[in-house]
């Protein structure tokens, strides 16, 4: 059972940068593709970026594409994602979930995960 838990959230001016951290508990961290989506209030969830098992590919909302770069420390259980040049619109709830290796398309869909953090609050001023 993995349990996982974001930190690093925060309120940050429009241009600033944050980094999220997502800590997994278990003892099968590096053998799951790890992925970050947010929400906003009134919203549906969006997706925002993946990485794979072995941090060989990552993937992008384009909303996001050349701002934010997801990594992952396997020996620390640990997934990162840097948020650079913030915007208002980014303002969310961000959440990682996590789900096996195997199962290799459809990133973005929250339905094919199977572990779930609780979420860290970014809030982005203008």
């Known amino acids: 059972q993995e349990q996982l838990v974001e930190s690093g959230g925060g309120l940050v001016q429009t241009g600033g940068s944050l980094r999220l951290s997502c800590a997994a508990s278990?003892?099968?961290?590096?053998?799951?593709?790890m992925t970050w989506f947010r929400q906003a209030p009134g919203k549906e969830q969006q997706f925002v970026g993946a990485?794979?098992?072995?941090?060989?590919?990552?993937y992008y909302a384009d909303s996001v594409k050349g701002r934010f770069t997801i990594s992952r420390d396997n020996a620390k259980n640990t997934v990162y994602l840097q948020m650079n040049s913030l915007k208002p619109e980014d303002t969310a709830v961000y959440v990682c979930?996590?789900?096996?290796?195997?199962?290799?398309?459809?990133?973005?869909?929250?339905?094919?995960?199977?572990?779930w953090g609780q979420g860290t609050q970014v809030t982005v001023s203008s």
């Open positions: 979930a996590a789900r096996p290796r195997h199962i290799i398309r459809n990133y973005d869909v929250g339905a094919m995960y199977i572990y």
């Open positions: 990485i794979t098992w072995d941090g060989g590919a990552a």
């Open positions: 278990g003892s099968i961290f590096s053998t799951y593709t």
